[in-house]
């Protein structure tokens, strides 16, 4: 064995002691750091490795060509909720959720934004043929997390229409974490929306602790006493 390379083992060894003491350090005086460390890694890497399967697989699509110059008449706005591997509730499965991005992408169909969207519904902005809008309501973990190595296979674009009561709680896996939606904004591919904040909750709507649905009912408004007007709701 040659100096060198013992040389170079050594270095190596030091560098592992170190990154191992620095990471005990860490997890001694800064515990939630680490905490589910090794999950989200591999949530990451699970994405990836998606990615590039879908990647391979979208590289072999047939693409339809668009007419230039002819403009949309009108816009398919898609709303998904969660992706499942298998169905579950409102989610659809990852499977499907693939095969219609897949057909949309063969199709010739490209995303746009809410903005563009918006633009367009009030004459101010042409779009071409096939545009589609993609959106996912509730701000579901699982729209991001099996969703986006799928668009970004594609190069397609989405926008998330999130429950904002639960985007800062660490204690409901179930929804999108706030790093998560810091790593979706500075990606391009997604825009985040509020899709209200406590809408999706029974609401007191009396005095003698009834429950209701906000969008359907007057509200009880405790501090006062009282329901609210017409006019309030």
Known sequence: MSRAFKITLEIM???V???VFA???VKYYQPDTVRGYPEKIGKVVDMELAYRKHRTE???LEISSRADGVTAESV???VYHGISATPRKNDITTATFKEQMFALRSAGYTTITLDEFLEFTVGRKSLPEKSVLITFDDGIESSYLLG???LRALDYNALVFMITR????DDLAYYLSKPQVEEMLE???WEIQPHARDAHDLQLIDGDGGLGHFFSDLLWLEDEGRKETEEEF
């Open 148 to 150: 986006d190595p799928v």
């Open 17 to 19: 002691a170190l990154s």
């Open 58 to 60: 979208a590289s072999g």
């Open 166 to 169: 639960h985007l800062l709680r």
């Open 76 to 78: 398919p706005v898609l």
């Open 187 to 189: 990606s391009g591919r």
């Open 23 to 25: 990471l005990l350090l």
């Open 13 to 15: 060894g030091v560098m």
